[in-house]
């Protein structure tokens, strides 16, 4: 990183919280330490924070109500990457983490250096430029989201408004498990029915118009009793 990175490290291990603090220090990002979730949301009111490393397990209100919260907040906190630090093996606060708009998770206990990458990457993801964010491509699956068009192989896909929305929502996640909860609830207000297995059948049917072989789905994965992920793939052309 050319400059010093301003991060906000949330978490009452006060252990932890110095040998963190102390490893990222020395490579270019400084931290600053609260001790539980409404510190935090404090102190990102200044605005001048680049990345928060979020503990779950806090005292007072829990680091994932922390990250709804500042998913709901208004101005620049809104949208600052959140790196979640989850206990080790406990796969439903990752998932639920990403749900509520976390941008990646690491488990206790952790390596610094995997820490110093994980926010290295948000960060270059946070940075990509907005027409780059605009557009997603995995293997042969390309999506403008601006233009509400989608192509496999070049070829241009006809989708109803549900299924895009749909598969948008997959692709802004891409590489993330979602649940079907989630996308009924990010999809309110789409035109579907109320039950979740509704869900299930808008899948099969953009496997049928995405895939090449929709019982052997390449993209859209099922995650068996969690939900889907649209998987990142190289291109036909790129694994030749």
Do not use: W
């Not at 068996?224 to 992920?229: D, K, L």
């Amino acid at each position: 990183m050319a400059q010093r990175t301003a991060a906000l490290l949330v978490d009452d291990d006060a252990r932890l919280a110095a040998l963190v603090s102390d490893y990222l220090r020395q490579n270019e990002v400084d931290v600053t330490v609260a001790a539980d979730g409404e510190r935090g949301l404090r102190a990102l009111q200044s605005g001048r924070f680049e990345v928060v490393l979020l503990d779950v397990m806090l005292p007072g209100i829990d680091g994932l109500e922390v990250c709804r919260r500042i998913r709901k907040s208004e101005g620049a906190a809104r949208d600052v990457p959140i790196v979640m630090l989850t206990a080790k093996g406990d796969d439903v606060d990752k998932i639920v983490g990403l749900e509520l708009g976390a941008d990646d998770y690491l488990a206790k206990p952790f390596n610094p250096r995997e820490l110093l990458a994980r926010i290295r990457a948000v960060l270059r993801r946070a940075s990509t430029p907005a027409a780059e964010r605009a557009r997603f491509k995995t293997g042969d699956l390309a999506i403008d989201f601006d233009a509400r068009e989608v192509s496999v192989g070049g070829e241009r896909q006809s989708l109803t408004h549900f299924e895009f929305e749909l598969l948008a929502c997959l692709a802004r996640a891409a590489g993330r498990v979602l649940s079907r909860e989630h996308l009924m609830d990010v999809l309110k207000g789409a035109e579907f029915e109320s039950f979740d297995r509704s869900i299930d059948v808008h899948i099969s049917k953009l496997r049928a118009k995405l895939e090449r072989d929709p019982k052997e789905p390449r993209y859209i994965k099922t995650v068996r009793g969690v939900g889907y992920i649209l998987a990142r793939v190289e291109s036909d052309t790129e694994g030749a």
